[in-house]
């Protein structure tokens, strides 16, 4: 008799592809998860709300920043400017995700609403072996970050209950961890001219609108180097 075949075996092919290229994350949002519940704790805010927030919101750092409109007097203008400039990012790089999650079904919902700058750098730059359906590895890599960073916030948030320390500096991982995928990009040479565009849009930037106004100005300025190049930079 003809066995049935199992629907288990390129699901479980697919999670064990997935988890290896995932780890760097898994040990970067155990820090910045752990760093984010604790620093809400120490604003008064249980483990509860700190998952919630990181599986409703889920962007972390929007979420590290959202602690201070928590705090204080709400300002509805503010907040909708400060969530527009901390994640304009995602517009831009959520455009060239467009293709490779066209087809996935019901899939697709979900893989754009856990789309974050580390599950982008994994999905955009690993190729899954070819017994493996990419749809289903980019479900397994969304799914492990999404998780990863959920279960570090609670942790963050249990542990910053029962015990009390300083936490001045602490939101400074979030920046750590932008700082190493950069360099992970950086390790391919196809790569480099995007990221120096980056850099070089970051620095003018800073140096006609300041600290304060940089993010948009900047964004625009990659958005259109990255258009008017793109021939060239594809090639």
């Not at 008799?1 to 949002?29: C, D, E, N, W, Y």
């Not at 003018?204 to 180097?225: D, E, H, N, T």
């Amino acid at each position: 008799m003809k066995q049935p075949v199992s629907t288990a075996g390129p699901r479980l092919r697919a999670l064990r592809a997935a988890f290896p290229a995932t780890i760097p994350v898994l040990t970067g949002f155990l820090c910045l998860g752990l760093a984010y519940g604790l620093l809400m704790a120490s604003k008064g805010y249980g483990p509860l709300w700190s998952a919630l927030m990181s599986a409703v919101a889920f962007g972390g750092s929007m979420q590290y920043a959202a602690i201070t409109l928590l705090t204080t007097a709400f300002d509805p203008l503010q907040a909708f400017l400060l969530s527009l400039m901390v994640n304009a990012r995602h517009l831009f790089y959520g455009l060239s995700m467009l293709e490779k999650y066209r087809g996935l079904g019901k899939l697709r919902p979900f893989l754009i609403y856990t789309l974050c700058d580390e599950t982008f750098s994994i999905v955009s730059s690993v190729e899954p072996p070819e017994d493996v359906e990419r749809g289903a590895f980019c479900f397994w890599v969304s799914l492990l970050d999404y998780g990863y960073w959920v279960a570090a916030s609670a942790l963050g948030g249990i542990l910053g209950g029962l015990i009390t320390f300083n936490t001045a500096g602490m939101d400074f991982a979030l920046t750590a961890l932008f700082a190493v995928l950069f360099l992970e990009q950086w390790k391919k040479p196809e790569n480099r001219p995007a990221g120096l565009i980056g850099l070089a849009a970051a620095a003018a930037s800073r140096l006609f609108f300041g600290p304060g106004g940089m993010v948009i100005p900047a964004m625009l300025l990659i958005l259109a180097a990255l258009l008017g190049g793109r021939k060239r930079l594809c090639t």
